[in-house]
């Protein structure tokens, strides 16, 4: 069955720094796979997908992600941290075969704090 | 521009109650979903419809009940209430299923369930 791992639940940064946020997927076939941002008490909201159009793929807010095939990654960066980009991060995927009836299979998340 | 609005967003029940959380939207989308969210465990799909009159069982759909009457709505019922289903859940739309050339999903804001 499909899965999707993230590394970290946690992850503190200070303003301006570097975000990486790490994603693997196990799948045999490239999937689509996504980012979702969640902010406290709100609904998720897309940030980026990937489709196959290209492997590095940029989103809204800054943030961009790679599509890694030879490491099964599709980690999350943005180059300076601002203090609005504290919420929590889910890495999802879909089964292009067919799996899960093609419905997203979401990680468990990765809480970002960001330090003044 | 409503999107996916799901209601009550507050709910306490008592153990053995039941009740529906109603959820509709206003894009004309084929697929909707309900998700459950619990701390530290990512969502998991509770039941998904690929369109009026059809639904399906996700990957934890014990306790609960839908159906797509039509197109906008897709309720969540909870029979007999039980302590394990205090959760926050989400309602989801989207076009297509994600797995066609990566369809985004449209969550709502929520609703927060406690069980006592």
């Known amino acids: 069955a499909q899965s999707v791992t993230q590394l970290g639940s946690h992850v503190s940064v200070s303003e301006g720094a570097l975000v990486l946020l790490r994603c693997n997927y196990s799948?045999?076939?490239?999937?689509?796979l996504f980012w979702y941002v969640q902010y406290p008490n709100q609904g998720l909201q897309l940030l980026l997908k990937y489709t196959s159009a290209a492997t590095l793929v940029k989103g809204i807010n800054g943030f961009e992600a790679e599509f890694k095939k030879s490491e099964t990654s599709f980690h999350l960066t943005k180059p300076s941290a601002h203090m609005s980009d504290a919420a929590e991060y889910f890495c999802a995927v879909s089964d292009r075969g067919g799996g899960s009836q093609g419905n997203l299979i979401f990680g468990k998340g990765t809480k970002l704090s960001v330090k003044p | 521009n409503a999107g996916v609005t799901q209601t009550p967003k507050f709910r306490i029940l008592k153990i053995g109650q039941s009740m529906t959380l109603q959820c509709t939207q206003d894009?004309?989308?084929?697929?909707m979903y309900w998700y459950r969210q619990d701390p530290g465990m990512g969502l998991k799909l509770i039941y998904y419809s690929v369109g009026a009159g059809i639904t399906d069982k996700g990957e934890v759909p014990n306790g609960y009940n839908v159906s797509r009457s039509t197109t906008e709505d897709f309720p969540l019922r909870l029979e007999l209430a039980a302590p394990s289903q205090t959760s926050v859940y989400f309602c989801?739309?989207?076009?297509?299923?994600?797995?066609?050339?990566?369809?985004?999903?449209?969550f709502g804001e929520g609703s927060w369930l406690t069980v006592v």
């Open positions: 799948s045999s076939v490239p999937p689509y």
């Open positions: 894009m004309n989308h084929n697929y």
């Open positions: 989801a739309s989207s076009r297509d299923r994600p797995a066609s050339s990566g369809n985004t999903i449209y």
